[in-house]
């Protein structure tokens, strides 16, 4: 056997940057999950749309692509306020299979609907973070800068910065606006909210329009690792950022980042870097499914309320 | 001024009906609350108190008529309720654990457009000197009468004109129940707030009230001034344990 301690921090790298996104997406099902219970099973197609937008928006229609990713989280929301409004708000919030079952039919027909307009195949998305703008001086070539003799790209240093700002943006949205102080009572206890006159399913609106926002920034984010974008780009995702969630706590949005965060390195890590010298290259990604399985199985077997959370995950 | 911040109005009750799916929970309650009064509903466990409440702010399926002074609410929605004016503490307090005590409290002004919350909050601050030590802590932390300090503090919050207090002496302390009424009684004569209480423990609450009803399986079997409820043998052997 052969371990590779020179390329490790490149490994480690690569899994902080993809498990950044992993916990952008865990965080939009958090977003959701805190307030109704619920697990939104259409999160990452949803944000597979968002990222369709940033596609024609900025590809085919040449809008600057930081103005079509703002349009995008924006419309993204805005999908989001309508699905509560129409889909879900007319049922009992008491009974989740429904609801649940919408959200599946959502994942289904989204993807459907994408793959007939855009066909299957991966479509070039410019990356955010492709070169080091000109004004920042050169620390190693202009896409990386050399840290412990490996590359640390200007990609995984972009990620980082635009999911801490938005984290920060959200914190203070949640923390010291109206409608955030209503939206975490409403996640708290749904009923003294109403007592206190917050109109509930309008609440939960907010809560589906941030949390649709976040996930089209995570798959902005992450297309370019894929290649691109394309109507299947976030099913493995979606699978990663569950395991983030349930590692992190359902019920913790500071715990969905740090879980996301941690299945990225378990995956870089322990998977591609360490897996690979024990079973060898072909196993590859099934061994990073299997992980994950693996994780939301011990997760729910052994600390049903993840590293962070309080709520026991009784049902889905 | 503590005096002029609320509103004087009376609550009418008639032929109150409510049940869960097919099981009639209310019969026909028809009861009244006086404005600037403090009314009290005695009943068992399972009588139907909690049940009452919940209907008044139109949170279960009722028929009947619900008046808030003037204004007929009985199909009225819950949170228009709460913006016309009563304020429900709900059994087992209903605080947000998640939520700092100042967060609570924040949240309990949610319908008001005026600028005088903080005034407010430093206002039962006073009243409850506890909540201002424990503003910063999240309200799961509080204990048993520190939540309903909160609780309570949180309904006031939005100025209500009627106040519901679901059982407020459900498990805490017999000394920490005797205060807390002690508060009630102070804040009904400071500032005229109407209040309905439904409790099991009859002593304190017939103490601070001025009118009282008794409820029997959905039904008002008994009613009349605290004075004579207080003295009424029946009421007496049921719930004043003598
Ligand atoms: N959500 C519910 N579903 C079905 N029955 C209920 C429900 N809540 C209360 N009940 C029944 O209604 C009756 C009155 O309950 P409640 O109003 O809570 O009484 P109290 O507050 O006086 O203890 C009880 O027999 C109780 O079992
Ligand atoms: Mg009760």
């Known amino acids: ?316 | 001024m503590v005096d002029d911040v609320f509103d004087e109005v009376g609550l009418k009750v008639e032929d109150l009906h409510a049940s869960y799916g097919a099981v009639e929970v209310l019969r026909g309650l028809n009861f009244e609350v006086a404005a600037k009064g403090v009314s009290v509903i005695l009943g068992a466990n399972g009588a139907g108190k909690t049940t009452t409440l919940r209907a008044i702010c139109n949170m279960c399926s009722t028929s009947g008529k619900v008046t808030l002074g003037e204004e007929d609410i009985t199909r009225t929605g819950t949170a228009e309720i709460v913006r016309r004016g009563v304020a429900h503490v709900p059994q087992g307090r209903g605080t947000f654990p998640e939520l700092s005590t100042m967060d609570n409290l924040m949240i309990g002004a949610y319908t008001r457009k005026d600028g005088e919350v903080r005034d407010d909050v430093e206002r039962w601050f006073e009243i409850f000197p506890r909540l201002a030590e424990r503003q910063d802590q999240l309200a799961g932390s509080l204990s048993g009468g520190e939540q309903q300090m909160l609780a309570v503090a949180r309904a006031l919050m939005c100025r209500p004109r009627l106040l519901l207090l679901d059982e407020p002496s459900l498990g805490l302390a017999p000394l920490i129940i005797e205060d807390l009424f002690e508060r009630f009684g102070t804040l009904n004569k400071e500032t005229g707030l109407t209040m309905l209480i439904v409790e099991q423990n009859a002593n304190l609450a017939l103490e601070m009230a001025d009118y009282g009803y008794v409820i029997e399986s959905g039904e008002i079997t008994l009613s009349g001034s605290a004075d004579q409820l207080r003295n009424d043998p029946a009421v007496q052997e049921a719930y004043l344990g003598a």
């Open chain 1, 1 to 316: 056997m052969n371990w590779n301690f020179d390329v490790l921090p490149d490994f480690i790298f690569n899994g902080l940057s993809l498990g950044a996104i992993y916990g952008a997406v865990a965080l939009s099902l958090v977003l959701i999950f805190k307030a109704t219970t619920l697990i939104n099973f259409a999160t990452g197609e949803l944000a597979m749309l968002g990222a369709f937008l940033v596609y024609v928006l900025h590809m085919e229609q040449g809008i600057w692509l930081w103005l079509s990713m703002a349009i995008a989280m924006g419309l993204s929301a805005g999908l989001g306020v309508l699905i509560e409004r129409t889909l879900t708000r007319p049922f009992d919030p008491e009974d989740h299979l429904p609801v649940v079952l919408i959200t599946l039919g959502l994942f289904l027909i989204i993807n459907a609907v994408a793959g007939d307009i855009w066909n299957y195949q991966v479509r070039i998305l410019t990356n955010p973070f492709g070169k080091f703008p000109d004004w920042v001086p050169s620390l190693g070539g202009d896409r990386y800068v050399e840290v412990l003799g490996s590359r640390l790209k200007y990609q995984s240093i972009g990620i980082w910065l635009t999911l801490a700002l938005a984290l920060f943006a959200l914190s203070l949205i949640l923390n010291k606006t109206k409608a955030g102080l209503a939206f975490r009572a409403v996640s708290s206890n749904v009923e003294s909210a109403r007592l206190v006159g917050v109109h509930t399913g309008r609440t939960l609106g907010f809560g589906w329009a941030i949390a649709s926002a976040f996930g089209t920034l995570g798959a902005v984010l992450v297309a370019p690792q894929l290649g691109g974008v394309n109507p299947n780009m976030m099913a493995t995702i979606l699978i990663y950022a569950l395991a983030g969630a349930a590692l992190g706590g359902l019920d913790s949005q500071g715990g969905a980042v740090l879980g996301g965060i941690l299945v990225g390195l378990i995956q870089a890590v322990l998977v591609t870097w360490g897996g690979v010298v024990v079973f060898g290259q072909l196993y590859m990604s099934i061994l990073q499914l299997a992980a994950a399985f693996l994780i939301i199985l011990i997760v729910l077997l052994f600390r049903p309320a993840g590293l962070f959370g309080t709520r026991r995950v009784e049902r889905v």
